[in-house]
């Protein structure tokens, strides 16, 4: 078993290098430059990410399928953010459809 005076030394040094990564940002934004196509490449990095955790979360459940009510869910939320629908209504949406195919059964 660990010591608390450990675990909340290994809090603050972690919370210390997320206060560092965080700075750095803007610290170092003016002083480091990169080419287009490197930029235009982590533009497309970021977008690929969400996108694959997005959709890790709505199609699994522990290490099987979520079944069919999350992705519709996730769907339903995702052509109403395309279609700039409010942030709320999208996840009252979203959290409906599910919500509504689960008590049917659908799962």
Request: no cysteine; charged share 10%.
């Given at each position: 078993?660990?010591?608390?005076?450990?675990?909340?030394?290994?809090?603050?040094?972690?919370?210390?290098?997320?206060?560092?990564?965080?700075?750095?940002?803007?610290?170092?934004?003016?002083?480091?430059?990169?080419?287009?196509?490197?930029?235009?490449?982590m533009?497309?990095?970021?977008?690929?990410?969400?996108?694959?955790?997005?959709?890790?979360?709505?199609?699994?459940?522990?290490?099987g399928?979520?079944?069919?009510?999350?992705?519709?869910?996730?769907?339903?939320?995702?052509?109403?953010?395309?279609?700039?629908?409010?942030?709320?209504?999208?996840?009252?949406?979203?959290?409906?459809?599910?919500?509504?195919?689960?008590?049917?059964?659908?799962?």
């Amino acid at each position: 078993m660990h010591s608390p005076g450990a675990l909340i030394v290994a809090m603050l040094v972690l919370a210390a290098g997320t206060y560092g990564f965080r700075l750095a940002g803007p610290l170092l934004r003016s002083r480091l430059t990169f080419p287009p196509r490197a930029e235009r490449l982590m533009e497309v990095a970021a977008v690929v990410l969400l996108a694959s955790l997005v959709a890790t979360t709505a199609l699994t459940e522990g290490h099987g399928a979520a079944g069919l009510a999350r992705p519709a869910g996730v769907a339903v939320a995702g052509v109403l953010a395309w279609r700039k629908a409010p942030f709320l209504v999208v996840v009252l949406a979203a959290a409906a459809v599910t919500a509504v195919l689960r008590l049917l059964g659908v799962g």
